[in-house]
């Protein structure tokens, strides 16, 4: 493997490196982000299990990663906010672009391919104007920013693509930022989140919000299923005494389900969603709480809420052919199955917020 990287890196040099695939490179479920003993932020691709296929040296710490549908590149985000987004080459750790946010704008540690890994989407914000953006890039052209249209609303963080490959998901947060006051929240009284459903030009198909009494349960994280149901976490911005549903579910022409746990429960997660997934089959789903290091798990045709793990600092959540992995910043890789939640791998490392699944084509 070190020859094949050397003599890849060497034609990459050239222009002449070979476009591998993910299966070549050893099919990882996921990628992360991750903080290595040596003081590097690095981004991880992995197996279910828990085996770490390659980790590739990041400038500052990540937050998420998009995966390229078709070759084994990946854009690794800055987390938030941040204005640099890398494009690396899995097979070599050629850095082959590096996107930079336009002037007044950052980036908010998310992106998405379009299905056939042409376009890349990132989420960004209008600082000056305070409004959400969504960036288009030229994937299929060294990464050369194409243009942009509105989000749908404030502070757009997650992102997806929806089955029908035509239409975006965004959950826009509703929370307004500036980087002269860095991670501070300018908008709290009047926030507004939404999760919009946007077609790949930027016109506005859909969008719903939260109860008027729940406009601060800020909208982040997202997951897809096959059939376009869509989840979301949420986290809650106002009084902490209070203690809100953190799970959504939404299909489109109806209205949101929102879950929650008993209230003992739902306390432990100190209205904190930090991920959000479906499980392999779809049944469950579930969201973690590094906050509380806490995941719980919900039956989604019902709704009911299933079972509780008190799991330190546990945050990254993906489907698994046996039901769920998570991960933590403990460095421990987790399986969720029918029998419980199990420890599968020990990381020498601290697992960062998300596990963005890797497509197998």
């Known amino acids: 493997m070190t020859k094949r990287r050397a003599f890849l890196a060497g034609l990459a040099a050239t222009g002449l490196a070979p476009r591998t695939s993910w299966a070549e490179l050893g099919a990882p479920d996921f990628l992360s982000a991750a903080l290595f003993p040596d003081g590097s932020y690095r981004l991880a691709g992995l197996r279910a299990a828990g085996e770490i296929l390659f980790s590739l040296p990041l400038p500052a710490r990540g937050h998420a990663a998009a995966a390229h549908p078709h070759r084994a590149e990946a854009v690794a985000f800055a987390r938030r ?40 989407f990132t989420t960004e914000n209008d600082y000056e104007a305070g409004i959400g953006i969504i960036g288009l890039w030229d994937a299929a052209n060294g990464y050369a920013r194409l243009g942009e249209f509105n989000s749908g609303g404030v502070g757009p963080h997650d992102m997806a693509l929806m089955p029908d490959g035509a239409t975006l998901v965004i959950a826009n947060g509703g929370i307004e930022t500036h980087p002269d006051t860095g991670r501070a929240k300018l908008n709290l009284p009047v926030m507004r989140p939404n999760l919009s459903y946007l077609d790949l030009t930027g016109t506005v198909l859909d969008q719903i919000e939260p109860p008027s009494e729940l406009h601060k349960n800020s909208i982040r994280h997202l997951t897809v299923r096959a059939d376009g149901l869509v989840g979301f976490a949420m986290q809650w911005q106002g009084n902490t005494a209070e203690h809100p549903p953190l799970l959504g579910l939404h299909r489109r022409g109806e209205p949101p389900r929102l879950l929650t746990a008993p209230e003992t429960d739902q306390r432990r997660l100190n209205g904190y969603a930090g991920s959000v997934a479906f499980s392999h089959n779809g049944r469950t789903a579930a969201i973690t709480s590094p906050r509380g290091g806490a995941l719980h798990l919900f039956d989604v045709a019902s709704g009911a809420f299933t079972a509780a793990h008190m799991i330190e600092d546990v945050c990254g959540l993906g489907p698994s052919p046996d039901g769920l992995i998570f991960t933590a910043g403990t460095g421990a890789v987790g399986q969720l199955t029918g029998t419980g939640a199990s420890v599968s791998a020990q990381a020498k490392c601290q697992w960062d917020n998300h596990l963005v699944p890797v497509p197998h084509t």
């Open 81 to 120: 906010p941040g204005t640099f987004a890398l494009v690396i080459d899995c097979t070599t750790g050629q850095e082959l672009a590096r996107l930079t946010a336009p002037e007044g704008r950052h980036f908010y540690g998310h992106g998405t391919f379009s299905p056939d890994g042409r376009l890349l």
